[in-house]
T-cell receptor, first 114, second 111 residues
């Protein structure tokens, strides 16, 4: 299994600001993803973080709002830009191997926008 | 794309009894079906999974069954304990990436 560390674990931010969430995996993984989980809801995929190239975004999510970087096989960042209260949510990083299909999750970053 | 339905949304079970959570999926190409347990304030934890070439898999008190013809799979927890209380998510994956999650089941074990 992979151990995934996210930071910050939680933050309170002001409307209009941006926050970058970091995700570090303890081993080289093929796939990294970013999910959003609103209170009491299921997980929604934001994008696939591709190493060395632009992320692949799901419908409803755009690069200008959620820029993602993945400079190597073990690290990725998600930025939530120009935040509004609707962005208050838990953001989860996940990672896994292409061949195994198993995906593991970080503990999440709980974001509150005032 | 894949669509995963999960039932029930909430489930209360007396300690020691069994709990069953059911999921259906739409994409016949899906071939990997994991189950995640999420405790309050934590990320989802992979607890068991099953691949399409297997009909059943068991790990101590947890088992998962898969019916590919009917496109449904189930999580079975026997001899439930208070620490089993959590939200459980099923998921399906039609390709080598992009898990599609069910809506979740909040399981409460009554002491």
């Amino acid at each position: 299994s992979a151990v995934i560390s996210q930071k910050p674990s939680r933050d309170i931010c002001q409307r209009g600001t941006s926050l970058t969430i970091q995700c570090q995996v303890d081993s080289q993984v093929t796939m990294m993803f970013w999910y959003r989980q609103q209170p009491g809801q299921s997980l929604t995929l934001i994008a696939t973080a591709n190493q060395g190239s632009e992320a692949t975004y799901e419908s409803g999510f755009v690069i200008d709002k959620f820029p993602i970087s993945r400079p190597n096989l073990t690290f990725s960042t998600l930025t939530v830009s120009n935040m509004s209260p609707e962005d208050s949510s838990i953001y989860l990083c996940s990672a896994g191997g292409l061949n195994t299909g198993e995906l593991f999750f970080g503990e999440g970053s709980r974001l509150t926008v005032l | 794309g894949e669509n995963v339905e999960q039932h029930p949304s909430t489930l209360s079970v007396q300690e020691g009894d069994s709990a069953v959570i059911k999921c259906t999926y739409s994409d016949s190409a899906s071939n990997y079906f994991p189950w995640y347990k999420q405790e309050l304030g934590k990320g989802p934890q992979l607890i068991i999974d099953i691949r399409s070439n297997v009909g059943e898999k068991k790990d101590q008190r947890i088992a998962v069954t898969l019916n590919k013809t009917a496109k449904h799979f189930s999580l079975h927890i026997t001899e439930t304990q208070p620490e089993d209380s959590a939200v459980y998510f099923c998921a399906a994956i039609p390709s080598l990436e992009k898990l599609t999650f069910g809506t979740g089941t909040r399981l409460t074990i009554i002491p």
